[in-house]
């Protein structure tokens, strides 16, 4: 639980700096309490949209997961039926789990970069808010690791290109 300062329903911290020359970035004019007030709900709404798109990102991954496997399991099941096609329609037909991957991939890229729009927006918020270096975002940037320029969880930097890998393996196998 926060404790709050004088303001009510600000943090400590928050309420301290409302009126103080350290509030902020050196130049800038301190904030009203209301203006903290505002900034404290949009850093809370804000925070709940990157949680909605993290969620997302994961919905996405389990769909094409699920996904390529019902798709993997009826052509390997349906196999001789495809034999009476040609062959440029059984390798398509062993492409789709990589096309229903790469859509669900773009559809996580474009959260992804959701998040990083929001988050540096809210690392901008904490500097001129915030007690001197805390913060959960410029934390965040700090300390996580950058996977081809973006801060991807190791766990997502792994899931993708194992499933990609995976259905290129069965597109060959088909």
């Known amino acids: 639980m926060i404790a709050t300062g004088r303001a009510g329903s600000l943090p400590r911290g928050f309420a301290m700096n409302a009126g103080t ?8 004019q301190p904030l009203t309490a209301g203006q903290l007030q505002y900034h404290l709900e949009e850093y809370k709404s804000l925070r709940a949209e ?4 993290i ?6 991954y389990l769909y094409a ?19 009476a096609f040609s062959v440029v329609v059984q390798r398509f037909a062993g492409v789709v789990p990589l096309m229903v ?7 996580t890229a474009f959260h992804l970069r959701n998040m990083a729009r929001i988050a540096g927006y809210l690392t901008k918020l904490e500097r001129r ?20 320029g973006m801060r991807l969880p190791p766990a997502m930097a792994l899931f993708w290109p194992i499933l990609v890998i995976g259905d290129i393996a069965f597109a060959a196998l088909l």
């Open 65 to 83: 997961l699920v996904s390529n496997g019902g798709i993997m399991a009826w052509l390997l099941t349906h196999r001789s039926d495809l034999m």
């Open 21 to 28: 020359a350290e509030a902020g970035i050196a130049g800038e």
């Open 129 to 148: 808010v915030g007690a001197a270096g805390l913060g959960w975002e410029g934390f965040h940037v700090q300390t996580h690791d950058r996977v081809l």
């Open 101 to 107: 991957t790469v859509l669900a991939a773009i559809l």
């Open 50 to 53: 990157i949680q909605a798109n």
């Open 55 to 60: 969620k997302a990102s994961f919905d996405a």
